[in-house]
């Protein structure tokens, strides 16, 4: 992809960066891709925030105008993101790394980044995304309740050019160049995959085994009397516990 590369200093939110520069610059397509060394109000999944230090990690946010995407296949925006983040992870480090359903990227049980995709529709097809990215890079103390942080430089042991990862990112290959091998991949590298682990929904507690995502992203568990469960986005949680990971920080 061509994409404009925008670096600013501080920002409230790159997300919402980039939808305000949408409503100026409504007539060009080309992909925007803006960082930031500091956001005032970075915004996670839901109502939580997003942590990071000034000038430590990657905090970013990609426009991107995928228009051939139905929306009923939104999820494959999910899918190239992720597997895209995992392969970039992995030319700086040997570690597992996996995806963590829908959208949260784990190196052995641990959260190295998170992603924050807001689609805009028109009819039944995509007519932008924009997608926002917490990479932890260089930052070593976590400071929040988010469960179990790590950075790039918590597992090297040494700092990494922020700038290099994103351009590495940026040049992985596209969504577009090969939809059902991500979807694959995504399915391949997913977190606790036939393993069987704690999940809660509205009505409590129970154990499951992660069976597969389907192509509409909802997550598929075998709950202990054999029933298939699926579940949409925020209709059920994972309860990680410590036995989960492995990274020692
Ligand atoms: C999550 O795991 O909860 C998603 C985190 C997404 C954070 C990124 S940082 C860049 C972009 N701007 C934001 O305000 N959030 C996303």
Redesign the pocket.
């Known amino acids: 992809m061509n994409w404009k590369i925008i670096h600013i200093d501080e920002t409230?939110?790159?997300?919402?960066?980039l939808r305000e520069r949408l409503k100026q610059t409504a007539d060009s397509c080309q992909p925007v891709a803006v960082?930031?060394d500091y956001?005032t109000?970075?915004?996670?999944?839901?109502t939580?925030t997003?942590e990071?230090e000034r000038g430590k990690n990657?905090?970013?946010?990609l426009l991107i105008y995928p228009t051939e995407v139905p929306a009923n296949r939104q999820f494959a925006i999910s899918e190239w993101v992720s597997v895209a983040l995992c392969e970039t992870l992995e030319h700086y480090i040997y570690n597992k790394v996996e995806i963590k359903w829908p959208?949260?990227i784990y190196v052995e049980g641990k959260?190295i980044?998170?992603?924050?995709i807001e689609n805009t529709l028109q009819g039944d097809h995509i007519k932008e995304s924009i997608i926002?990215?917490?990479?932890n890079v260089n930052q070593q103390e976590f400071l929040s309740d988010?469960p179990n942080p790590v950075s790039l430089c918590q597992i090297l042991g040494h700092e990494v050019d922020r700038e290099e990862v994103l351009q590495h990112f940026l040049r992985q290959k596209t969504m577009f160049s090969d939809v059902e091998n991500n979807f694959f991949h995504y399915r391949k590298r997913l977190f606790l995959r036939w393993k069987k682990a704690t999940y809660q929904d509205k009505d409590g507690r129970f154990k499951a085994t992660l069976k597969d995502v389907e192509p509409d992203g909802r997550l598929l568990l075998l709950d202990e009397e054999g029933r298939e469960r699926r579940y949409a986005f925020k209709e059920v949680q994972f309860i990680i516990d410590n036995s989960l990971t492995n990274v020692k920080v």
């Open positions: 409230d939110s790159t997300n919402r960066w960082w930031a956001q109000a970075g915004r996670g999944c839901g939580n997003w990071s990657l905090t970013f946010s959208n949260d959260k980044a998170g992603i924050l926002g990215i917490g990479l988010a």
